[in-house]
């Protein structure tokens, strides 16, 4: 299912942690497979005499010395070299600003200059299977493992699965030393963790800390992520997460950071999500998902009250849907409300996502609905979902603003506060509106009222109010005036702005 989740204002401060070196071009040598600092097959840290080697005195932690001597010949660097667009002045992380790597400078071509990165992956198998960040191998035309003994093999990509940001990679050779993932034993909130990786690339760095929280939903509808504040920084990613005794419990993927490194707020991959994706990949499984092709969005109490439902109402809103997709063909509208999937109740856009993700393309998914303050109920044949990279594309066809113009400033007929008018050729030209974009644009606000401290602005668009399409100022003044003969305290309205869209609710003047 195709989600959009877009916010008025910024959300700042998610940044993956991904590719951290960068330089002139090197020849990587070739090596023999074999055991890394002679240490072969599964390792199994154990906690010494009767556990008591690695329990933790009341209140501190033993050192962690002697867990991270047993697992660390399993961990690896990942070092990439991707291709990026030929230009002058190009910043590469780990480069002072205004210089260029040496591979732009003699570029033959208009293929592009080389950039390396740098990422973290871990041993799974005997055989050289590496788990570890979608990200950090994506663009790779080159990969290379740099093992814990130093040596440099080259990997292939297996697989990769980018709604939850895993790959597998694979060296050739055997008894390679491997840790496996923790899934029975789920850490909780409090307990220790040690990461492992390449930050910045500084190959074999450990750092400790506990997860900090559990079901971090960030970046993808299909991860609840762990929260850790051991270090993380660029060049993590891939890397995996240990609990005390040497057990992974998931993958370094992201960090929350104003400034790009780390502050202490970092997310892995659990690993009840990351084992059973892996196997598939290993196995070389394509990850398919069910898709129907809506855009859907979990709404506030105060818009589902707006909207005269419950401020608990359990469910979503269809915000879009895909012309032709099969949510379309099924008969799905702009403004229902699904609140059941097969039979099964849900709570928001996320969990009806993931339920539909794990449907097989091809198979028949009951959606239950309201539409107009009925149910019902619509059998959709499922889709495979697309790439994010084609869902992006999708998104991008909203059509180029025309050419900008400086046409007279519009009058707008007045409505709660602000002053809208139908959306003409020289309006979308005047404040850059896509010609996909439907409504009433808003060509004033008045100062000191509910609208304006709202943050409403001239050049906002307002698609729908109390759920229904506008295309006019009345079509605005009789959604708010059958909102007010219902006794709601404000409408839901839907707005477009240049960064994206969002319900709002606009409350009424006191008096109304």
Do not use: C
């Amino acid at each position: 299912m195709k989600r959009k989740e877009f916010m008025l204002g910024a959300v700042a401060g998610l940044a993956f942690a991904a590719a951290a070196t960068a330089g002139g071009v090197i020849d990587w040598p070739s090596a023999n497979a074999g055991p890394v600092a002679g240490v072969s097959g599964r390792l199994a840290p154990n906690a010494g005499g009767n556990g008591l080697a690695f329990a933790p005195p009341q209140g501190a932690p033993l050192s962690f010395a002697d867990i991270f001597q047993q697992v660390a010949p399993a961990v690896v660097q990942i070092d990439v070299k991707t291709r990026v667009p030929a230009q002058r002045g190009i910043q590469i992380p780990g480069l002072p600003p205004g210089l260029v790597p040496p591979e732009e400078e003699a570029a033959p071509d208009d293929e592009g200059a080389t950039a390396l990165g740098a990422g973290s992956g871990f041993f799974i198998s005997a055989d050289g299977y590496i788990v570890t960040n979608n990200h950090v191998v994506a663009d790779a035309t080159e990969i290379t493992v740099r093992l814990a003994d130093e040596r440099e093999l080259t990997a292939r990509v297996v697989g990769r699965d980018e709604n939850t940001d895993l790959a597998v990679i694979k060296v050739e050779g055997d008894n390679f030393p491997f840790v496996t993932f923790e899934e029975t034993a789920q850490p909780r909130v409090g307990d220790w963790v040690i990461a492992v990786g390449n930050p910045f690339g500084l190959g074999g760095t450990a750092t400790a800390g506990i997860v900090s929280a559990q079901g971090r939903g960030i970046d993808s509808a299909y991860v609840d992520y762990l929260q850790i504040d051991a270090a993380i920084n660029r060049g993590n990613s891939g890397g995996p997460t240990f609990d005390i005794y040497g057990r992974v419990i998931g993958v370094n993927s992201a960090i929350f950071s104003p400034t790009g490194n780390s502050v202490g707020i970092g997310f892995a991959i659990p690993a009840s999500v990351a084992k059973p994706i892996t196997d598939r990949l290993m196995r070389g499984e394509a990850i398919q998902r069910g898709y129907i092709g809506a855009g859907l969005r979990s709404l506030s109490p105060e818009a589902w009250e707006a909207l005269g439902l419950p401020r608990d109402f359990k469910g979503a809103n269809v915000e879009s849907v895909t012309p032709g997709g099969p949510a379309a063909r099924a008969g799905l509208q702009v403004g229902d409300m699904v609140v059941g999937v097969n039979g099964r109740p849900v709570s928001d856009s996320t969990e009806i996502t993931r339920m539909v993700g794990a449907v097989s393309p091809g198979d028949t998914i009951r959606l239950d609905i309201l539409r107009d303050g009925r149910r019902q109920t619509l059998n959709v044949r499922s889709g495979t979902r697309p790439s994010e990279a084609e869902l992006r594309e999708g998104d991008d066809q909203g059509g180029a603003p025309a050419a900008p113009g400086t046409p007279p400033a519009a009058q707008g007929e007045p409505v709660e506060g602000v002053s809208v008018a139908p959306l003409t050729p020289a309006l979308r030209s005047r404040f850059d509106v896509p010609e996909t974009v439907e409504g009433v644009i808003i060509t004033s606000v008045t100062p000191r009222t509910p609208a304006a401290r709202l943050g409403l602005e001239a050049g906002f668009v307002i698609t729908r109010a109390n759920n229904r399409p506008v295309a006019s100022a009345a079509d605005l003044r009789n959604a708010v005036a059958e909102v007010k003969r219902a006794g709601r305290p404000g409408v839901l309205l839907f707005v477009w702005t240049s960064q994206g869209a969002a319900p709002v609710v606009l409350r009424f003047a006191e008096g109304d």
